[in-house]
C-alpha cells in the first residue's frame, strides 16, 4: 500500500474518534460551566482548553470562546469541526481505497456542520448530532470496507485516538471536580450501564476509575483500546512472532497496556493523573514511530505532542 494512502487512513480513523472524543467531553462540562460565575468560568474553560491540548489565543477566554475553539473552529484539528473537516481531506485523498457510503457519510457530515446555533444549547444538540455521525461513519468503515491493510490503518488510528481520549476525559476530572461525579464521567463515555452490569453493588471511585483504565470488555477502557492497537500493529507487520519486538510502536503500546494491566495499588486515585500522563506520552511516542516506519515523513500535526 503506498504511504500517502496509507496514512491517510490512519488520520481518517484518528480524527473521527477525536471528534467522538471531543464531543462527549464537552458535552459533560457544559451544565457546569454554564452554571457557574463568569469569573469562574474564565479559569475552567482554559484549563480545560489545556486538557484538551490547546492553548487560549487571549487573556480574556470565556465560555463562548471554549465552544468555539473545541467545536465550531475549522482551522484547528482540535476542534470537533476541524477534526471532522480533516476526516473528510484525508478520505477524498483517498478516495480510491475508501468506500463510496463511507465517503458519502464523511461528506455529507461535513456539510452538515455549519447548520448548528452555536449557543449553549446549540452546543448541546451539535455534540449529540456529531455522535451519531461518528457512530454511522465506524459503521460504514466497519461494514462497507475489506479488512484488509488499509483498514487495519483505520483502526489503528481510531485504538490510538480513542485510548488518548479517554486519558483527556479522565483528565478533565481535575479541572472541576466540584460537582462532576465519576456516574458522569461514566456516561461520558458510554459506560455508566456496562459498569452498572459489571459491578452489581454499590461502588466507589476506584472502582469507576479502574472499569474505565482497565476493564478489557468495554470498547472505550484505555486497556482495551491499546490492545487493539497492539492486534492491528501486528496484523500490519506479522515479522515479529519470535523474539523481541522491532516494531518500536508495538513496544510502546504494549508497555503501556501491560503497565496498567497489570498495575494494581490502593492509591489508584492519587497515581490517576500519572497514569493519564503516561498514556499520552505512549500514545504520541506510538504515533511517531508509526509514522516514521509506514509513512516516512513527520506527523500530519502536532497534537499528540501537546502533552505537558
Known amino acids: 500500500m503506498l504511504s500517502r494512502i496509507a496514512e491517510s487512513l ?3 480513523g484518528r480524527y473521527v474518534e477525536r471528534a467522538d472524543g471531543t464531543a462527549r467531553i464537552l458535552d459533560v462540562h457544559l451544565e457546569r460551566l454554564n452554571h457557574i460565575p463568569p469569573e469562574e468560568q474564565h479559569e475552567v474553560a482554559q484549563e480545560l482548553l489545556g486538557v484538551m491540548g490547546s492553548r487560549p489565543d487571549k487573556d480574556e477566554f470565556g465560555l463562548n470562546d471554549l465552544l468555539h475553539a473545541l467545536a465550531y473552529d475549522r482551522s484547528h484539528a482540535t476542534s470537533i469541526a476541524g477534526s471532522l473537516a480533516a476526516a473528510r481531506e484525508n478520505a477524498r485523498r483517498a478516495r480510491e481505497t475508501v468506500s463510496s457510503s463511507l465517503w458519502e457519510c464523511l461528506n455529507t457530515t461535513y456539510y452538515g456542520l455549519g447548520q448548528h446555533r452555536r449557543d449553549v444549547v446549540g452546543t448541546y444538540r451539535f455534540c449529540n448530532w456529531v455522535l451519531e455521525r461518528t457512530a454511522m461513519v465506524r459503521g460504514h468503515a466497519d461494514t462497507t ?6 483498514w487495519q490503518f483505520m483502526v489503528l488510528g481510531r485504538s490510538l485516538e480513542r485510548a488518548d481520549m479517554t486519558a483527556r476525559m479522565l483528565s478533565t476530572r481535575e479541572v472541576h471536580t466540584a460537582g462532576m461525579s465519576w456516574v ?6 458510554g459506560a455508566y450501564e456496562s459498569f452498572l452490569r459489571t459491578r452489581r453493588a454499590a461502588f466507589d471511585d476506584r472502582h469507576a476509575a479502574e472499569f474505565l483504565l482497565m476493564d478489557r470488555l468495554f470498547p472505550r477502557s484505555i486497556v482495551y483500546a491499546l490492545r487493539d492497537a497492539d492486534r492491528a500493529l501486528e496484523k ?6 519470535r523474539v523481541g519486538f522491532i516494531n518500536d510502536a508495538r513496544r510502546i503500546v504494549g508497555q503501556a497496556r501491560t503497565f496498567l494491566e497489570f498495575h494494581r495499588t490502593d492509591d489508584l486515585m492519587v497515581e490517576l493523573p500519572e497514569h493519564m500522563e ?3 506520552k505512549a500514545v504520541a511516542q506510538a504515533s511517531d514511530a508509526i509514522s516514521r516506519k509506514y509513512f516516512n515523513q513527520a506527523d500530519e500535526e502536532a497534537w499528540v505532542g501537546e502533552v505537558s
Open 145 to 150: 470496507m475489506s479488512h484488509d491493510e488499509g
Open 10 to 12: 490512519f488520520w481518517i
Open 236 to 241: 500490519l507487520d506479522p515479522s515479529d512472532q
Open 278 to 280: 503516561r498514556v499520552q
Open 184 to 189: 458522569n464521567m461514566l456516561r461520558c463515555a
